[in-house]
């Protein structure tokens, strides 16, 4: 079967502590964000911008989070308040919460994966599986 897979990667700047940690990541703190964002389906589709089928998802649709926090995006903020309050801002729940927010904006049908990361040596990675 015919399949196509898109990834987009950028970053985002804001400050986040983790609640009730006993330690510096309790503390309010900043990281520059890394995310990739995977998005793979079996056929192509119009987008908001384009009536025709032609592609995946479009790349705006998945990197929403990149934008001001102003602008609906996550940068430049605090996590903390801006993460409704089931997430938590470790970066296993920041992938998760992107998933779930781009999920809604993409065509149904387009699977994704979600990879985050603090530092430059880890990486945490979400996705929905079936
Ligand atoms: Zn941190």
């Not at 964002?37 to 479009?58: F, G, I, K, R």
């Not at 904006?105 to 599986?129: A, I």
Request: net charge negative; proline share 6%.
């Amino acid at each position: 079967m015919q399949k196509w897979k898109l990834t987009t990667e950028f970053t985002f700047d804001s400050a986040h502590y983790i609640k009730d940690y006993d330690g510096p990541c309790g503390r309010l703190h900043g990281h520059t964000y890394k995310v990739r964002v995977e998005a793979t389906s079996n056929q192509l589709h119009t987008s908001e911008y384009c009536p025709h089928p032609v592609m995946v998802a479009d790349f705006r649709s998945l990197r929403w989070a990149k934008r001001d926090m102003e602008k609906g995006g996550l940068d430049h903020g605090v996590l903390n308040d801006i993460l409704p309050p089931k997430y938590e801002t470790t970066a296993e729940m920041i992938a998760q919460f992107i998933y779930d927010e781009t999920k809604k904006r993409v065509p149904e049908g387009v699977r994704l994966k979600v990879m985050v990361s603090e530092t430059p040596n880890s990486w945490v990675e979400y996705e929905d599986e079936p």
